[in-house]
């Protein structure tokens, strides 16, 4: 239980100080990724009937943003108040705030249509408290999507190269990501680096989410139709931002290899730097 209150701690100490940049320095807010989880978010809907939405480690709104025009209802938990703070709460449909551990929210049982966790499941000491909490307060039918999490096999490939060779800069940016991601925060941010890792603690400490192990955990809990997406391949961050190539040829080149790379799986999956999922309750 220590650690589990551990790992809470450090995440308030992180995220009250990143609370005033986290929209500009977070990648997750720029106009593709926001078109992304939107499109992923429009075909989990698609057919259905969406009243009531719940948003776990909600931050500064990011899914509450995306999800305002399709429900009627968003509830949204996170530990962090200085987060809290940041979210927009104009909006047609009510939203609720709730400064809370996700594991040990109270919530109404079988409420929502649809629960989101965006970037956040790493940053718990364990995931089954929040996901059994989820499932309970799902309606029959509804739906758990969680995406933007640490692939363990992308991690573990990255920690297993040889640390005195050179590579290219694409793989160099990465082995920096893992190595020297906690200096700077500290630097920035002013938060020590062993409270940064805390707040990380199942990218940091367990090395990321393997696909094998949420599966199990998901079908005990008692989610079917589990599904996987893997986003965010090795280089792809270059391939958009390429200044020699026109914009709009930039996103369609990397949406293709993203599709060449996605029929590949699961061969492929160490290449992809990110993990998510779709679950249903019966």
């Not at 919530?107 to 989820?134: G, Q, V």
């Not at 940016?173 to 002013?190: C, L, V």
């Not at 961050?237 to 914009?247: M, W």
Request: charged residues 25%; neutral net charge.
């Amino acid at each position: 239980m220590q650690n589990y209150e551990e790992a809470i701690d450090a995440n308030i100490v992180v995220h009250s100080a990143m609370a005033d940049k986290y929209n500009t320095v977070e990648p997750q807010f720029k106009p593709e990724s926001i078109a992304r989880v939107k499109k992923n978010i429009e075909l989990i809907i698609k057919g259905k009937k969406i009243n009531t939405a719940l948003d776990l480690g909600c931050g500064t709104g990011f899914m509450i943003d995306i999800l305002k025009p399709y429900v009627k209802e968003i509830t949204g938990v996170d530990v962090t108040q200085a987060m809290l703070d940041q979210v927009v709460l104009s909006s047609d449909c009510n939203i609720n705030l709730i400064k809370y551990d996700t594991g040990s929210v109270e919530l109404p049982s079988n409420y929502y249509d649809i629960a989101t966790a965006y970037s956040f499941l790493d940053h718990l000491y364990e995931m089954e408290p929040t996901l059994r909490n989820t499932y309970k307060c799902l309606k029959r039918g509804g739906i758990l999507y969680a995406d933007l999490c640490p692939n363990y096999y992308f991690w573990e490939s990255i920690k297993n190269l040889d640390k005195i060779q050179n590579y290219d800069s694409i793989i160099e940016r990465e082995i920096k990501a893992i190595n020297k991601k906690g200096e700077e925060i500290e630097e920035q941010f002013g938060v020590k680096k062993e409270i940064f890792i805390k707040a990380e603690h199942q990218k940091h400490i367990i090395g990321g989410l393997r696909e094998e192990s949420l599966n199990k955990l998901l079908k005990d809990i008692g989610f079917i139709n589990i599904s996987f997406l893997y986003h965010w391949y090795i280089g792809q961050a270059q391939l958009v931002n390429d200044q020699n190539i026109e914009r709009k040829s930039r996103i369609n080149n990397a949406n293709i290899m993203h599709q060449y790379l996605t029929k590949s799986l699961p061969l492929s999956r160490h290449l992809f730097k990110y993990i998510g999922f779709i679950a249903t309750k019966p």
